[in-house]
């Protein structure tokens, strides 16, 4: 059984780093992007950006490109998300997700549990 | 960067009806690059449709995909009680983005 699962719920102050993880199993971790998407209390999706754990290659989107870093370990199967320096405003439930693709298609198949991270002050 | 534009934001229907959810694409999107997701409170969103029309693993044939260039359209033919919850469209284009959703609920 494919399964992701993350790291637990984070209290933190504005200023403060924080790394969260993602833990594949069930399949070959290196073969498949793992995405991370963000959603902000009551709100939708947000795609912040991809990890090929193969060989580690990002793609982030614009509006997330230098606020986060998106990272890798394939020996461990492990995906990371994390922040220098936080904001109230990354007050947020954090998701990561598989993709899949078949064919030319392609869809985020399998998801993490969601990670909530709370800054406050 | 390609906006996706859900509509309605709210529908209230009862079981057994049908719904028609739209999302429209700021952009012609190829047909391979649209998916479909469902989201209830307090759990992880879940893949119904990929590449526009196709079904996910597991999930009912009441629900299907249909469109193409800015169009896009997830039907639900006959409401279940499990059905009612939040509706998300994304595309895989350069970049990826998700529609703002919409919230199916119970008339």
Same mark, same amino acid.
Request: net charge positive; aromatic share 12%.
């Given at each position: 059984?494919?399964?992701?699962?993350?790291?637990?719920?984070?209290?933190?102050?504005?200023?403060?780093?924080?790394?969260?993880?993602?833990?594949?199993?069930?399949?070959?971790?290196?073969?498949?992007?793992?995405?991370?998407?963000?959603?902000?209390?009551?709100?939708?999706?947000?795609?912040?950006?991809?990890?090929?754990?193969?060989?580690?290659?990002?793609? $982030?989107?614009?509006?997330?490109?230098?606020?986060?870093?998106?990272?890798?370990?394939?020996?461990?199967?492990? %995906?990371?998300?994390?922040?220098?320096?936080?904001?109230?405003?990354?007050?947020?439930?954090?998701?990561?997700?598989?993709?899949?693709?078949?064919?030319?298609?392609?869809?985020?198949?399998?998801?993490?549990?969601?990670?909530?991270?709370?800054?406050?002050? | 960067?390609?906006?996706?534009?859900?509509?309605?934001?709210?529908?209230?229907?009862?079981?057994?009806?049908?719904? %028609? *959810?739209?999302?429209?694409?700021?952009?012609?999107?190829?047909?391979? !690059?649209? %998916?479909?997701?469902?989201?209830?409170?307090?759990?992880?969103?879940?893949?119904?449709?990929?590449?526009? !029309?196709?079904?996910?693993?597991?999930?009912?044939?009441?629900?299907?995909?249909?469109?193409?260039?800015?169009? &896009?359209?997830?039907?639900?033919?006959? *409401?279940?009680?499990?059905? &009612?919850?939040?509706? $998300?469209?994304?595309? &895989?284009?350069?970049?990826?983005? &998700?529609?703002?959703?919409?919230?199916?609920?119970?008339?």
């Amino acid at each position: 059984e494919v399964q992701l699962v993350q790291s637990g719920a984070e209290v933190k102050k504005p200023g403060e780093s924080l790394r969260i993880s993602c833990k594949g199993s069930g399949y070959s971790f290196p073969s498949y992007w793992i995405n991370w998407v963000r959603q902000m209390p009551g709100k939708g999706l947000e795609w912040i950006g991809k990890i090929d754990p193969g060989d580690s290659y990002i793609n $982030y989107s614009p509006s997330f490109q230098g606020h986060v870093t998106i990272s890798a370990d394939k020996s461990i199967g492990t %995906a990371y998300l994390q922040w220098s320096s936080l904001k109230a405003s990354d007050t947020a439930i954090y998701f990561c997700a598989r993709q899949h693709y078949y064919g030319s298609s392609v869809g985020f198949d399998s998801w993490g549990q969601g990670t909530l991270v709370t800054v406050s002050s | 960067e390609i906006v996706l534009t859900q509509s309605p934001g709210t529908l209230s229907l009862s079981p057994g009806e049908r719904a %028609a *959810l739209s999302c429209r694409a700021s952009q012609s999107l190829s047909s391979s !690059s649209l %998916a479909w997701y469902q989201q209830k409170p307090g759990q992880a969103p879940r893949l119904l449709i990929y590449g526009a !029309s196709s079904r996910a693993t597991g999930i009912p044939d009441r629900f299907s995909g249909s469109g193409s260039g800015t169009d &896009f359209t997830l039907t639900i033919s006959r *409401l279940e009680p499990e059905d &009612f919850a939040v509706y $998300y469209c994304q595309q &895989f284009g350069r970049s990826y983005t &998700f529609g703002q959703g919409t919230k199916l609920e119970i008339k």
